[in-house]
């Protein structure tokens, strides 16, 4: 603080001088109440190879430049979120997630189908590949050709700021990806380093070392061990191997450089200046690389989003971090901030370990190990909200904890070996038709490909055209996105789940796609589906969309919903029944009973308690009863329950 104190005479003089009285005293209050925070994140990444004060006030200059760049229509709205800075902790929040190309035609095209979105109750857009990414082959748009363009299929960085502002008018965030763990093998940095610029080599990890780089692979894992084995990736341009953690045209950039976090600073900055109100940061567990480790979660990768997101709200304080950390459950929660104390970090992160134990619980009918292991999970800060989700576009990986499986009397590596088994579809009574994703023979670790409606057995009802079995596929989606829905945090839907799309097998004949399986669950929108859905309530689509508005709507109207609280589990007395409660500590709890079974089970009275006094009701049944005639609580067969008291 000592450093704070001797800076901020001078900085608020510049600050008045620069921006005048009124926005200068405005920003000096932001540039204070982060400056410890950015200020110690800085120190622990870059020290002492560089003086982080002197770092500090050269980042600062940038986001004052960013922030004297801002429309005043998004000082606005920075304004009113500094205000209101738990806006997106409502329970109107409703996040939808699709790629541009396969929702629609282009970017003007989204603008097209905005009632659709609006009438799902969706406040929050996450849309993929928007920027311009390396032709060919790109990971779906993860290998970034150029940050501060749109792919050009796609439209112009204008179309952007239309789109992004025909969002903000009905009340949507626009969420866009920031990948900045590596860019593409041809972006400008990567071209000027093959091409002999020193500088640009250094923005890279790049290795003349085979020894070294052989020291590094021996404690770290394969993302895509079938598409692309190993970590590195020679380049005869470079004379070197290159850090490719993903695929071998996807380069990892070098976060010990301190030149290439202004530029992702700078790239923050420039596409919230466009109007996007959430950065979704890409692969953040594998910024910072530690010879020895695996390499992921290290304690820098923290700092370093620590750093940006101080930064950053400097300039945009409405802008908000989402921290893509599809990481083991023990280690998710710091990504939101919760470390030895709070550090402010991401506001949002993916609740991975809620969306790989939810299918655990529908595939095995058994509450015991979702209740263990979310139950242990660490609370989310107040201040933050997780991501809930069913499925996204990527895969499924069975983050089935050892210490979690063991607790509950499992193997871990065979219960996580029948987890994939199931959801491929190879299982004794499995109803799932999902595909395996990059299977790793040597570690035994299969994750899974395939859309909700496949892995939840609608396509296996349909194929043995059985009426029962879709009815009960069609619980198991309701019973899946309730849970997502009722746990706190914003749930995402992803797209083509609100009308049950089934896989998309078409990826097989594109060369460039046919071995990544999880483009089996990247199917094209489609919008005859939703038309039927909208025309026949009675149809698949129809049913499923049904189901999807109940639950929103539902949600919109719990305030218990709220994120920023806490949700802990508890054993209901039967072990087919799921039981939570996420409680607000303004708003009061909700408690959630999810029976994974297919039968109907009874769950005993006395789970109300723990909701205190008052009338219970069902706010997913508002005019049902709680309590069945015989005085037990009944769940039908795959049926979800919100409870709360009425006040
Ligand atoms: C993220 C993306 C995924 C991509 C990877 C590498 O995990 O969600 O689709 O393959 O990053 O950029
Ligand atoms: C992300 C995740 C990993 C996932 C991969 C590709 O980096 O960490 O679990 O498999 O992207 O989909």
Redesign the pocket.
């Known amino acids: 603080m000592t450093a704070w104190r001797a800076r901020r005479a001078d900085l608020a003089a510049e600050l008045t001088a620069r921006f005048g009285p009124d926005d200068g005293d405005l920003l000096l209050a932001r540039i204070e109440r982060r400056w410890r925070d950015v200020h110690e994140a800085l120190a622990a990444v870059f020290a002492p190879r560089h003086d982080p004060a002197a770092l500090l006030d050269r980042l600062l200059c940038r986001v004052l430049d960013a922030y004297e760049e801002r429309s005043a229509e998004l000082r606005r709205l920075d304004r009113r979120r500094e205000i209101d800075p738990g806006w997106f902790q409502s329970p109107q929040m409703l996040g939808y997630v699709a790629y541009v190309d396969r929702f629609a035609d282009d970017l003007p095209g989204v603008a097209e189908h905005l009632d659709h979105l609006e009438d799902l109750g969706v406040t929050y857009l996450h849309l993929m590949s928007v920027l311009r990414a390396r032709e060919g082959d790109s990971d779906g748009g993860y290998a970034i050709t150029d940050y501060r363009a749109t792919d050009p299929r796609l439209g112009t960085m204008d179309d952007l700021e239309q789109l992004a502002a025909a969002l903000r008018r009905r009340g949507i965030a626009l969420c866009v990806d920031v990948v900045c763990n590596h860019t593409a093998d041809d972006h400008e940095w990567a071209r000027r380093a093959k091409a002999g610029s020193a500088t640009h080599r250094a923005y890279y990890r790049v290795f003349e070392d085979r020894a070294l780089v052989e020291r590094y692979e021996e404690a770290l894992p394969e ?2 061990p079938e598409l692309s084995p190993g970590n590195f990736t020679w380049s005869d341009d470079l004379d070197a191997w290159v850090w490719t ?2 695929r071998d045209f996807q380069w990892d950039l070098d976060h010990e450089n301190p030149a290439v976090f202004g530029e992702m600073l700078d790239v923050m900055c420039f596409l919230a200046n466009r109007g996007v109100d959430v950065l979704r940061l ?2 953040v ?2 910024l910072w690389k530690r010879l020895g480790t695996d390499s992921q979660n290290q304690p820098e990768a923290h700092r370093l989003v620590q750093a940006w997101r101080g930064l950053l709200n400097v300039a945009a304080p409405g802008v908000l971090c989402k921290a ?4 083991p459950p023990g280690q998710l929660v710091q990504y939101l901030g919760a470390h030895d104390r709070l550090r402010p970090e991401a506001d949002l992160a993916y609740h991975n370990q809620l969306m790989v134990m939810s299918w655990n619980g529908v595939a095995t009918r058994r509450a015991d190990l979702m209740t263990h292991a979310l139950g242990r999970m660490r609370q989310p800060p107040p201040g933050t909200a997780w991501c809930t989700y069913v499925r996204i576009h ?2 499924i ?1 069975w983050a089935v904890d050892d210490v979690d499986a063991g607790a509950v009397g499992a193997d871990p590596s065979t219960h996580r070996a029948f987890l994939a088994a199931f959801f491929r579809g190879d299982f004794p009574g499995s109803f799932a038709r999902g595909a395996p ?2 299977t790793n023979h040597a570690i035994g670790d299969e ?1 899974t490909s395939g859309m909700t409606s496949a892995l939840a057995g609608l396509a296996e009802a349909t194929e043995r055209d059985d009426a029962f079995l879709v009815d009960q596929a069609l619980r198991r989606v309701r019973l899946l996105y309730a849970i997502a829905m009722g746990w706190g945090g914003i749930p995402l839907l992803w797209m083509g789940d609100e009308v049950g799309l089934g896989n998309d097998d078409a990826y097989v004949d594109d060369p460039e796609r046919a071995g990544d399986s ?1 483009w089996l669950h990247r199917p094209p929108m489609d919008w005859q589906a939703v038309e039927l859905a909208r025309t026949d309530p009675t149809s698949i689509p129809g049913r499923v969309l049904d189901t999807v508005r109940e639950l929103a709507v539902a949600r919109a109207g719990t305030p218990q919903l709220r994120s920023g609280g806490a949700t802990t589990t508890f054993t209901t007395g039967d072990a087919a029944v799921f039981g939570w409660i996420h409680e607000h500590a303004a708003e009061g709890r909700l408690l959630g009973l999810a029976n994974l079974h297919d039968d109907p089970r009874t769950v005993p009275l006395g789970v109300l308690d723990r909701l205190g006094p008052g009338a219970v009701v069902d706010v997913l049944d508002p005019a049902g009863d709680v309590v069945g005639p015989d005085g037990h609580l009944v769940l039908d067969r795959l049926d979800v329950r919100w409870l709360v008291t009425t006040r």
């Open positions: 993302v895509f953690t993903f890409d692969a567990p594998f893509e950390a599809i990481v990527d895969d990986g994703f990059m994750r999880r």
